[in-house]
DNA sequence: ATAACATATGAGTAAATATTCATATGAAAG
DNA sequence: CTTTCATATGAATATTTACTCATATGTTAT
């Protein structure tokens, strides 16, 4: 816990100051840089990408996703319910079956600028 | 290791097949996917999120990153090393001290990304 | 009601990983 | 060349986490 950006006892020294404290002042709550880690931590597994990339094409049942990526039912629910807590899927029910799609275009997104960066 | 697309005791029906079968055939090959979810992973940790946030700003030396973030120089210079080896920073010398800085603007883009994704 | 099927979930385990501690490297100053 | 300062790194540890197994929930059909 930070409480202020007092120079002491040689803080803040070896860069320019200004910019130093400049920067610290801009730094955003940690609470929401704690978010932003949390929100890619959840696209940082191979599992749950390929979840992600399979549903940009289209809706589909756990049991077609868990064919689809060559893992096991139990695997798949489980990163389906971490990806459900994100908000990064929804989900409608038809029967027994259950369909997961994409919650919204920023996962889209953020997959896409992820592949720019790979495919180089 | 996937090997056939083809139906055998009751695969890929639950959904149209031609919905799965075409959805399988323009799945990336895993190691792209692979890739992609390690790129991620390197956003997921709050440490090197900080260190990549205030990076944007400005570039920094090792010193001043750990008194920003409020870690030790030990945890900075190897998540810095992860961010190296990922190729997200890129560093110059200056006598003793090692400036780091963003090492493009794919970066930015990643992080402003989710920035926008975290604030709803 | 019971059986069959699709999905979810709790407990346990194995693997990955972030940090700390101690120490090494490498540059500049005396 | 020895000391000091900035950074890097290896080993050990503690925490996180993804998967498996077993089982539970919920839906449809008989």
Redesign the interface.
């Given at each position: 816990m930070?409480e202020s950006n007092e120079n002491q006892s040689g803080?803040?020294l070896?860069?320019c100051d200004d910019?130093?404290k400049?920067?610290?002042e801009?730094?955003?709550p940690?609470e929401?840089?704690?978010?932003?880690?949390?929100?890619?931590?959840?696209?940082?597994?191979?599992t749950?990408?390929?979840i992600l990339?399979?549903l940009m094409?289209?809706e589909?049942?756990v049991?077609?996703l868990a064919?689809?990526l060559?893992v096991s039912q139990n695997a798949v629910s489980h990163q389906l319910r971490v990806l459900k807590n994100n908000k990064l899927v929804k989900f409608r029910r038809e029967g027994k079956?259950i369909y997961y799609s994409l919650s919204d275009d920023?996962v889209r997104?953020?997959?896409s600028?992820?592949?720019?960066?790979?495919?180089e």
């Open positions: 930070r803080m803040f070896t860069l910019t130093v400049r920067v610290y801009q730094m955003p940690d929401i840089l704690y978010d932003l880690a949390e929100l890619y931590k959840v696209f940082g597994d191979s749950r990408i390929k990339y399979v094409e289209t589909l049942c049991g077609d064919q689809l060559g079956i920023h997104r953020i997959i600028q992820g592949m720019d960066h790979v495919k």
